[in-house]
């Protein structure tokens, strides 16, 4: 609100009030949560309250504009709206999860904080079997409401315990992969590996950057093959064998057939 203006809460709805309080989302983010005709209204109602001033500045409404959602990204994941009531009401969910890393779908009992969106994407924070978890929604085949109010951790909130599993997904690693990046390819990468990767400032020439990059498991290295040869990885000798087999794998497979 600007100074000197007011506003009366009391021409606010509950509902008004509470979709105010959603920070960060944009038009299309509240649209997934079935909350873009409450939250609209709520806005138009302080519009109203804003006095006209002439020769001063434009409204941050006119001048900035918020879209969430990554690069490229065509569609929406995850249902975001179907989910809310139950996770509203607290109970306990019942969701079958495909995970990338699972040969099958699971079937989990979960205890969840709430929703989570990040960089467009919608999550599930919750706890399983008392330890913290995030369910990307478009891998949530099935779910259903638990007749069992949820049982969270004391003192946890979604906020921090989505925090905590940011932090843990940034900073966690099993193996670093020590590698030199050409110089036309070292800003590509810092986009795409973000903080898992760490210059080394004192190994750096005109043609390439020592780098360290830090993976989770040795088969995430093939993020790595996009690269090609603008990037040489020294070490861990794993690393450079699973790369190696990975590259071999793929020249096989587009490999001049004998007919052809």
């Known amino acids: 609100m600007l100074p000197g203006s007011g506003l009366d809460l009391t021409r606010l709805t509950p509902g008004e009030r509470d979709h105010l309080s959603l920070t960060g989302l944009d038009e299309k983010q509240r649209a997934e949560l079935n909350a873009s005709v409450e939250s609209q209204r709520a806005l138009s109602k302080i519009a109203a309250t804003q006095p006209r001033r002439v020769h001063e500045l434009l409204p941050l409404t006119d001048v900035v504009h918020v ?3 990554p690069w490229r990204q065509a569609r929406a994941f995850g249902t975001p709206a179907s989910l809310i009531g139950p996770v509203r009401r607290g109970r306990r969910l ?16 979960v205890d969840p904080y709430g929703l989570f969106a990040k960089a467009g994407i919608w999550y599930l924070v919750a706890d399983c079997a008392r330890a913290p978890r995030m369910y990307r929604l478009e891998r949530i085949t099935t779910w259903k409401e638990v007749d069992q109010p949820r049982r969270i951790r004391e ?12 932090d843990q997904w ?3 690693h099993a193996i670093e992969v020590s590698a030199t990046i050409d110089q036309a390819q070292i800003e ?3 986009r795409i590996f973000g903080l898992r990767l760490v210059r080394d400032g004192h190994e750096e020439s005109a ?7 830090r993976f989770l498991h040795i088969e995430d290295v093939r993020a790595l093959l996009p690269f090609g040869s603008a990037i040489t ?5 794993e690393a450079r064998a699973h790369l ?4 071999t794998n793929l020249a096989h497979h587009y490999a001049p057939s004998p007919t052809s």
């Not at 990885?233 to 000798?237: A, D, F, L, R, S």
């Not at 190696?244 to 590259?247: G, K, P, S």
């Open 94 to 109: 019942r969701i079958e999860y495909d995970s990338p890393r699972e040969s099958c779908p699971r079937d989990l009992v």
């Open 188 to 190: 590509r990468a810092q």
């Open 244 to 247: 190696r087999d990975l590259a």
């Open 233 to 237: 990885v020294h070490g861990p000798t």
């Open 207 to 213: 043609t390439g950057h020592k780098v360290t990059i």
């Open 155 to 166: 003192n946890q909130t979604l906020a921090t315990v989505a925090a905590a599993l940011i």
């Open 67 to 69: 879209d969430s959602r």
């Open 170 to 172: 940034e900073h966690n």
